[in-house]
């Protein structure tokens, strides 16, 4: 499978404890996103990369959040003395974006957080 | 990103088209349409994008206004696999994210 990979799908957890998500993002895809989405709701934009550099982060994106993509390729998103708000769908895509070209956006099938 | 407004949710039989409107009355020129689509408990697929011109792949068909402030998304023959939210989204080609919104929840019914 070449598809977007994310790891683990579910995550039960106590609040106050930390989690992370990794996703491994297409070969050669160069930009990398997370998306974070609750029940009945759209995904929401938390951060993007280009290879290592992170571009862009949400407001939505508190310190207790962090992202990283130490090479360009796998991402991890990191999760400090989780809340019950934040329990979700969390949603990794990836594309390849060069100049003004549209770069569709793969995702991976989720990583979904229960916070107790 | 401009807005999109979209049906909450709507019902069509097996094997019949689908018709998926979208209204983006403050497009600006330079932003594209895309459609993507998002099937219970998965991560949201890609089905078309187009600027102006009408698009046809082979999952569905778009067709976007001369004056480009609304847009169809047409499956052709819908089966109840296609049961799914659909969202239609506006974006600078180039564009760093996707910004959704609520979408469209078809329901297919046999």
């Known amino acids: 499978d070449t598809g977007v990979s994310q790891d683990p799908r579910h995550k039960i957890t106590k609040r106050g404890q930390n989690v992370t998500f990794r996703c491994d993002p297409i070969?050669?895809?160069?930009?990398l996103y997370w998306y974070r989405q609750t029940l009945g709701q759209g995904p929401e934009f938390l951060t993007y990369?280009?290879?290592?550099?992170?571009?862009?982060k949400s407001r939505l994106l508190s310190d207790r959040f962090s992202a990283e993509r130490p090479k360009g390729s796998f991402s991890t998103l990191e999760i400090q003395r989780t809340e019950q708000g934040d329990s979700a769908m969390y949603l990794c895509?990836?594309?390849?974006?060069?100049?003004?070209?549209?770069?569709?956006?793969?995702f991976g099938e989720g990583s979904r957080l229960t916070v107790l | 990103d401009a807005k999109t407004t979209q049906p909450p949710s709507m019902d069509c039989a097996e094997g019949r088209a689908a018709n998926l409107p979208c209204n983006h009355s403050?497009?600006?020129?330079?932003?594209?349409v895309y459609w993507y689509r998002q099937i219970h408990s998965q991560g949201p697929q890609y089905i078309i994008h187009?600027?102006?011109n009408n698009e046809t792949n082979e999952m569905a068909s778009l067709i976007i206004t001369e004056d480009r402030k609304s847009s169809t998304l047409i499956l052709p023959h819908a089966t109840l696999r296609d049961t799914a939210v659909y969202y239609c989204?506006?974006?600078?080609?180039?564009?760093?994210?996707?910004?959704f919104g609520q979408g469209t929840r078809l329901t297919i019914n046999p």
């Open positions: 895509a990836s594309s390849f974006q060069r100049g003004p070209s549209t770069g569709e956006l793969f």
């Open positions: 070969s050669e895809h160069n930009r």
């Open positions: 990369f280009q290879n290592e550099a992170q571009l862009e």
């Open positions: 403050t497009i600006s020129g330079n932003e594209y």
């Open positions: 187009g600027l102006k």
């Open positions: 989204i506006v974006r600078v080609g180039g564009a760093q994210k996707l910004v």
